[in-house]
């Protein structure tokens, strides 16, 4: 008897949608990229229970006719492609015809749909798999999907559900990435009958990033553009000082997918990598777009992951990209508004609801000083209920919520340029740490160590790469050797690894068994650094490894830099902090020390009196 057979339909595609339905966010996702395939310009998501009792996902997209309402829950049915040949030149967001069979077997789904400029709709319900009802449905136009009691036939899936803030907080960020992927379209999310995010659909990013984030991480991003090749980058980077504890404000998007991508990430980083401290992470909102040919999207079940036909072309074009944008936009930022950003859990729900802060958005105005926030909030939630998504004046409404979000981000966070440091007056000297300076209406703060240290460090990767072009070593003789101590292994590795200690600018030569003279340094030109530091650091370096990678050599000449740099406590005279200032005006990044911290502050009279309470 053969012990191979062919499984079920309903167990095939209970199967598949393992693959593709893992949890609730995943129906959403499915559901709302054929709302987009279906140019829709509004989608409304609700759900109630975290997903779990119901998703409904209604669209005003085109619709369909009643022979594709029923073929749509058939395995392997699609209208996005008719060959595998089509892969090549796909623009839509699906393409394999798995979601809706898979979704359906294992839930209760119904669909209503109705065409533009027809005068009927059709509706089909499905439970398990099986059809059970096909009927004519007096729709509103467009294409309206409930999905209830997920994984009902599947409890070995319901189990491993998490509770339903938790499964409700992935459907929230799912629908804050889509938005940002399309901000011509106006997203609409609620949870248990309350409105957790409305995004403008006015077709701009940055206030879509309002909507979705708020206003400090709105007036904080940059924008970026490039176009080398076949690749056009367009998007927004976030400013250093809104960098995040996590990368859960990175997000990739290639030709308008929101994707997961090691070459993009890394090119983020390494943008980024004298800007941030270690385990801070940019803000970013980048998208790519590209032939259809040149990037891979049929990678994973979700499609989630992308393969270039080049990584090092994606690679350089993003960081060209943001390293031009931060460059032009250098400087010492302050937000004159000190307005502050609500920290939420992202496990919650709700975390995106309109509060006090941002529910002055849909007024033409900023009324939030003269009425009761409340009232704002409730005006919002009244008018959003009272508006259905086929009509106009819903998307007339959707696109002027966010007037009062334009007007505000529009007076962005004044920069100032280390230039400007030639007209401020020296006051002296704090905790023998930092240097004060009045410029104008403001107070600013150079930390002296970290001035010294970028400074240093420049100058030393200036030399290294003028050196590995000309080929000739540039040191500084000293005029007294430094006589040292080291132990007798670090005796024998000097000896076997002089080259190296060379190509580091350093000159030495045993005069005992372990005591050695230090006869040159780095030139680093009128900031000498300390000797027997600078040389323990190398000779550190070199114990531990060998140096053949760019980012260990800078690993050296940061830690050089930091070691033979003023420290606080320091005294330093007027001259010297004159100087000290002069020569940061000519490093290429003087707001960043080597690790990321701010090198300047600055705060405004204004933030001053308001501590005294001269000022509410």
Not at 136 to 158: D, K, M, Q, W, Y
């Amino acid at each position: 008897m053969s012990q191979i057979i062919q499984l079920d339909p309903q167990t095939a595609n209970s199967i598949a949608a393992g693959e593709v339905i893992e949890r609730p966010v995943s129906v959403v996702k499915e559901l709302v990229e054929n709302a987009l395939d279906a140019h829709a310009s509004v989608i409304h998501v609700a759900i109630r229970q975290g997903g779990v009792q119901l998703i409904q996902v209604t669209d005003n997209g085109v619709g369909m006719d009643s022979d594709d309402a029923q073929m749509a829950f058939t395995r392997h049915a699609t209208s996005k492609l008719r060959s595998i040949d089509d892969l090549d030149h796909l623009l839509t967001m699906g393409f394999r015809g798995e979601a809706l069979a898979s979704i359906a077997a294992v839930s209760e789904v119904t669909l209503e749909t109705r065409q533009s400029g027809t005068e009927i709709g059709s509706a089909v319900r499905i439970k398990a798999g099986h059809v059970e009802e096909s009927r004519t449905s007096g729709c509103p136009e467009g294409t309206r999907i409930t999905v209830e009691h997920l994984f009902f036939n599947v409890p070995a899936r319901f189990k491993f559900l998490k509770k339903d803030s938790t499964e409700a907080g992935h459907i929230s960020t799912l629908i804050e990435r889509l938005a940002l992927a399309r901000p011509d379209v106006s997203f609409r999310l609620q949870n248990n009958d309350q409105e957790v995010l409305h995004t403008p659909g006015n077709n701009d990013l940055v206030s879509t990033v309002y909507a979705v984030y708020g206003r400090q991480i709105a007036q904080g991003c940059l924008s970026v553009s490039c176009t080398e090749g076949p690749v056009k980058l367009e998007g927004l980077i976030g400013r250093p000082d809104i960098a995040r504890n996590n990368r859960e404000l990175q997000c990739f998007f290639v030709n308008g997918r929101l994707i997961r991508s090691k070459t993009m990430t890394a090119a983020l980083d390494e943008a980024f990598k004298t800007q941030l401290m270690k385990k801070k992470y940019a803000v970013a909102f980048l998208f790519i777009t590209l032939p259809p040919t040149l990037a891979d999207i049929n990678v994973h079940p979700q499609k989630i992951e992308v393969r270039f036909w080049s990584d090092q072309d994606v690679f350089r074009c993003l960081y060209r990209a943001i390293q031009s944008s931060l460059a032009d936009s250098s400087g010492v930022v302050t937000n004159e508004e000190d307005v502050p950003i609500r920290e939420t859990d992202r496990s919650d729900p709700d975390r995106n609801r309109l509060t006090e802060e941002n529910a002055h958005m849909v007024q033409e105005s900023d009324p939030v000083i003269e009425e009761n926030p409340m009232v704002v909030r409730e005006r919002v939630r009244q008018s959003a209920s009272d508006v259905y998504l086929n009509d106009d004046i819903e998307q007339q409404k959707s696109k002027q919520s966010m007037i009062g979000a334009e007007k505000s981000i529009a007076h962005r966070q004044s920069v100032l340029t280390v230039e400007d440091l030639s007209q401020a007056r020296l006051i002296g000297s704090l905790f023998q740490t930092y240097i004060l300076l009045e410029l104008g209406e403001e107070l600013l703060l150079i930390d002296q160590h970290a001035a010294h240290e970028k400074i240093l460090f420049e100058r030393l990767i200036k030399r290294h790469r003028e050196m590995t072009e000309s080929g000739k070593i540039q040191i500084q003789d000293l005029l007294v050797p430094v006589i040292i101590e080291v132990s007798r292994s670090d005796s024998l590795l000097i000896q076997s690894r002089t080259d190296e200690l060379q190509h580091f600018g350093f000159s030495c030569s045993m005069i005992g068994p372990a005591t050695i003279a230090i006869r040159s340094i780095p030139d680093t030109g009128t900031h000498h650094m300390n000797p027997e530091l600078s040389f323990r650091v190398t000779l550190d370096a070199l114990r531990q490894s060998e140096l053949q990678s760019d980012d260990a050599i800078e690993e050296i000449y940061y830690q050089m830099a930091c070691k033979a740099a003023v420290k606080g406590k320091d005294r330093l005279h007027d001259q010297e902090i004159r100087q000290l200032i002069s020569d940061l005006q000519k490093a290429d990044d003087p707001y960043h020390c080597p690790h990321g911290r701010p090198v300047i502050i600055r705060m405004g009279r204004r933030e001053i009196e308001k501590q005294f309470k001269r000022i509410v």
